[in-house]
C-alpha cells in the first residue's frame, strides 16, 4: 500500500506528482538503471515525446520481468536536455500514473551518451 505525502508547510507541486511517497510493509523493491529512448532495434524517434513513451515502455518491460508493473513505481528521475522537452515529457509522465503519482525529480542535462537521446528515465518501484 502506498500513499502520497505533503505538508501545508511546503508549497504544492510544480505538476502531477507527490512530494513524497510512503510504502507501508515493503516486501520487495527494484531500481531500475536509467532507460533511453531507443528501441530494441536501435532505432530512435527525434520526438521527445516518443523517446519518453519508449523509456516507460522498458521500465514496464523490466518491472514486468520482476512481476511489477508500473503502478508498482513510487519514484521517477528524469532528465532531458531542454527545458523546451518539458511539456512532452509529463504529458506522457502523466497520462501513465494513476493517484498517488509518484514522487518524481526532472532535471535539465547538457546531454547523453549520443546526441539523438532526449530523455533519461529511472525508476524506484516496490511491493
Not at 515525446?49 to 518491460?61: D, H, L, M, S
Not at 533519461?120 to 516496490?126: D, G, P, S
Amino acid at each position: 500500500m502506498r500513499s502520497g505525502l505533503s505538508s501545508e508547510a511546503v508549497s504544492p507541486p510544480f505538476g502531477r506528482y507527490s512530494h513524497g511517497v510512503e510504502v507501508a510493509d515493503i516486501s520487495r523493491l527494484v531500481f531500475c538503471s536509467g532507460q533511453l529512448g531507443f528501441e530494441a532495434d536501435g532505432s530512435v524517434s527525434d520526438d521527445v515525446g516518443e523517446q519518453t513513451k519508449v523509456c516507460f515502455a522498458n521500465i514496464a518491460r523490466i518491472l514486468e520481468a520482476a512481476r511489477m508493473n508500473l503502478d508498482n513505481v513510487v519514484r521517477i528521475n528524469a532528465f532531458v536536455t531542454d527545458r523546451a522537452h518539458i511539456p512532452a515529457y509529463m504529458a506522457v509522465r502523466d497520462a501513465l500514473f494513476s493517484d498517488p503519482p509518484p514522487a518524481s525529480t526532472l532535471v535539465i542535462v547538457s546531454g547523453f551518451t549520443r546526441p539523438e537521446f532526449k530523455v533519461e528515465v529511472e525508476v524506484t518501484a516496490a511491493v
